[in-house]
């Protein structure tokens, strides 16, 4: 089945520092979805990318279908970013279920 | 506009009860999805809706779960009779297919199973 793999597993930033987020997927997809995973369990939308980049703020994101990867840049990092940050994707001819990766768990410390 | 809305946000049960979980999707929206989330398997599809209609519930663990969407703003899973290895976070989503179905989920509910 369709494999999601997240690096890394976890992140501990300095507040103000720079980071990226990687997500490798084994098939080709329809849609990639980032999502962060706040303190009280919500999961926010980041980004819809199923290729290309995107900016909204402080964060970044480029999805490279052809070589099946997506990155998440976090930029001057503030400690609301801790959390879990997942990224999602769905499969090409397989319906419209998103597959989730295991995450990558940030934490900003001040 | 009312993200998805999920009811209740906190399920505390004793094993073999029955429990309800409830969803309203966000209006106009025509697919619905129910996940769940656990440290030992992550965030895995249950089932999905497309206009109230059932599309995939390969991901029901077993008969003791079912769902169903009787109108475009509501739908529901049951576990009867509850297991304590059903805690878990439950998640509804919903999208659009004319939105290219970007996904968007609830606050989700909080089920203990005693």
């Known amino acids: 089945g369709i494999q999601v793999e997240q690096s890394p597993p976890d992140l501990i930033l300095q507040e103000g520092a720079n980071s990226t987020l990687r997500c490798n997927f084994s098939?080709?997809?329809?849609?990639l979805q980032w999502f962060h995973q706040n303190p009280w369990g919500q999961l926010i939308n980041l980004f819809y990318i199923p290729s290309g980049t995107k900016q909204n703020g402080r964060l970044s994101a480029t999805t490279v279908a052809t070589e099946r990867y997506s990155l998440l840049y976090i930029s001057s990092s503030q400690t609301t970013d801790s959390g879990v940050y997942f990224c999602a994707v769905e499969l090409e001819n397989s319906g419209y279920a998103l597959n989730f990766g295991k995450g990558t768990s940030l934490l900003v410390t001040p | 506009d009312a993200g998805v809305i999920q009811s209740p946000r906190h399920e505390v049960t004793e094993m073999g009860q029955e429990v309800t979980l409830r969803c309203k999707p966000i209006?106009?929206?025509?697919?619905l999805f129910w996940y769940r989330q656990t440290m030992m398997r992550g965030l895995e599809l249950l089932i999905y809706?497309?206009?109230?209609?059932?599309?995939?519930d390969s991901g029901m663990p077993e008969d003791r779960f079912s769902a169903k969407m009787p109108n475009a703003s509501f739908s529901t899973l049951k576990i009867q009779p509850s297991e304590p290895r059903d805690s878990a976070v439950y998640f509804c989503?919903?999208?659009?297919?004319?939105?290219?179905?970007?996904?968007?989920f609830g606050p989700g509910t909080r089920l203990t199973v005693l």
């Open positions: 209006s106009g929206h025509d697919y």
């Open positions: 809706f497309n206009n109230n209609v059932p599309i995939d």
């Open positions: 989503a919903s999208s659009l297919e004319d939105t290219y179905n970007e996904q968007f």
């Open positions: 098939d080709s997809v329809n849609n």
